[in-house]
């Protein structure tokens, strides 16, 4: 059976995601079988596992960090939110319904089983667990109904390292005040501090760290510096809310970006992940934006995934963007929609069962001749396809991606697909194209990653701009080089010897 170590942070935001990346790096370059693990995770940003199945994607980056395939049994319960007061559950990989926070506040109580059948299936195939925490585990208010905190410790057995970012200020309070609300039991789990994103003088921090230790008795493990230009998939939307730009080049050469992508960033936006690769090209700025007038001087408008397609619709509608979405496409500009952003894109949407929110219907921007209509039923699939020729970007060209979506969208006669698709041993086609063609479509989550598609696709953006085009990059390596050097940054700047010596218990 496996050994556990858990990282718990004094809040959200602190570098849990990131810091269990890095562990999971860390043994597997030592030798380890280990995988990551996370009772339940609250996001948008989700993906679908071989066998079909939906799971949050910082367990999916820490399974690519840990050298293994993802499976959901990394992450037992992902809750997508819908509403200010609700969302969609998925449990072990599958959708059980939606709930309100109440609702679900009473259903939770019944999944703890699921949760240790799934910890027990990864501890019998690996060597070690790293399990991520959530928010605080001393919210009292939620005490009584987090188990994805300390109760997950005591289930595995596991000691926990507790994290604190000092880039957001008081980090000695933070950590102190954690400590302080936990019970006994809880607090004896404790068996390290690290503290995340420090900027600076590492020896002004020095009476700090013993200060901790004198208070609490508890070793600082280290200091983790700030960094930047280490490309690791981001958990949610804080990067987003945090800054209009994204990407992990550098400022000297967004700066010399030729290639414009903005993204609009929907109040209910999901798997932004899907423009990552985008953003890592050297001549590519992705840009997301909130009003109509920040719109400009774009190459390509993309309209993401959304968890609540009508309402999100209904929003570009109110504030003015649809219109300027609009505008955009009849002058010139190319218009992408990804998944609920395909459906955006189409002339309406049905959702007879309210699947997808409250409204049974929505008449579509109308840039695609295609309507959709929501299904009880979630698609939820890995595929392989191949683009269609257009003169947007060269047919026949490799693409993987995988779909998750509610809705089944129909093509009116004559509206060329986007990509074959061949799945269970049979072709279909998905997405649309436009007759112009400057607008187009798909179901494909993940279709950039694929490095000879989005080659395709900007070569063609930069042959209408009379652009120089490049050798295709490969995203997967890009990846790869930045868990190494995730790792080689903590290695250096944490203890592990110590580490070692706390997962296995001396």
Request: hydrophobic share 40%.
């Amino acid at each position: 059976m496996a050994k556990s170590i858990m990282i718990q942070g004094t809040g959200s935001g602190v570098g849990k995601s990131v810091l269990c990346a890095a562990f999971c790096r860390i043994f597997f370059q030592d030798g380890l079988r280990a995988a990551p693990f996370k009772s339940q995770n609250m996001s948008l940003n989700s993906f679908v596992t071989r066998d079909g199945l939906e799971m949050a994607r910082s367990q999916v980056v820490q399974a690519e960090a840990a050298g293994i395939e993802p499976s959901a049994d990394m992450n037992p319960l992902l809750l997508k939110p819908n509403s200010d007061t609700g969302c969609q559950v998925v449990l072990k990989g599958k959708v059980i319904g939606d709930y309100t926070a109440a609702e679900y506040g009473t259903y939770q109580r019944e999944v703890w089983g699921a949760i240790q059948e799934c910890h027990g299936r990864l501890s019998r195939d690996h060597d070690v667990i790293v399990i991520e925490g959530a928010g605080s585990p001393a919210e009292v208010n939620l005490k009584d109904r987090d188990f994805v905190n300390m109760r997950t410790a005591e289930m595995a057995d596991a000691p926990v390292l507790l994290a604190a970012d000092i880039d957001r200020g008081g980090v000695f309070a933070s950590l102190v005040g954690t400590l302080e609300l936990l019970e006994p039991r809880e607090r004896a789990r404790i068996k390290g501090f690290i503290i995340n994103k420090f900027r600076g003088d590492i020896s002004l921090l020095v009476p700090g760290l013993d200060f901790l230790h004198n208070r609490t008795g508890i070793p600082v493990l280290g200091v983790v510096p700030y960094f930047r230009d280490v490309y690791i998939q981001e958990e949610d939307g804080v990067p987003l809310e945090a800054s209009a730009e994204f990407g992990v080049r550098s400022a000297e050469l967004r700066s010399k970006s030729e290639i414009e992508v903005v993204v609009i960033h929907l109040p209910h936006i999901s798997n932004f992940t899907d423009f990552d690769a985008l953003a890592a090209e050297p001549d590519v700025r992705v840009r997301y934006i909130h009003s109509p007038s920040e719109l400009n001087d774009a190459d390509v408008l993309i309209v993401p995934g959304s968890k609540n397609t009508i309402g999100d619709l209904l929003y570009l509608r109110e504030t003015g963007m649809e219109q300027r979405i609009k505008e955009f496409a009849a002058n010139g500009g190319m218009v992408a929609g990804i998944c609920g952003g395909y459906q955006m894109l189409g002339t309406a949407i049905r959702d007879p069962f309210m699947v997808d929110g409250f409204i049974r219907e929505a008449e579509g921007m109308g840039l695609l001749p295609v309507t959709t209509v929501m299904e009880k039923e979630k698609q939820t699939v890995q595929v392989a396809a191949k683009s269609f020729a257009s003169n947007l970007w060269a047919g026949d060209v490799d693409v993987k991606g995988y779909e998750i979506h509610m809705g089944r969208t129909t093509r009116s006669e004559g509206t060329r697909p986007a990509f074959h698709v061949h799945n269970d041993g049979g072709t279909r086609e998905d997405g649309a194209v436009s007759s112009d063609p400057r607008a187009w479509g798909t179901y494909l989550h993940g279709v950039f990653d694929s490095d000879g598609f989005r080659k395709s696709f900007l070569d063609g953006i930069r042959r209408r701009k009379g652009i120089e085009t490049t050798a295709a990059g490969s995203y997967d390596r890009l990846k790869q080089e930045g868990f190494d050097k995730l790792a080689a940054i903590v290695r250096s700047n944490l203890n592990m010897k110590k580490v070692y010596d706390i997962l296995h218990g001396k």
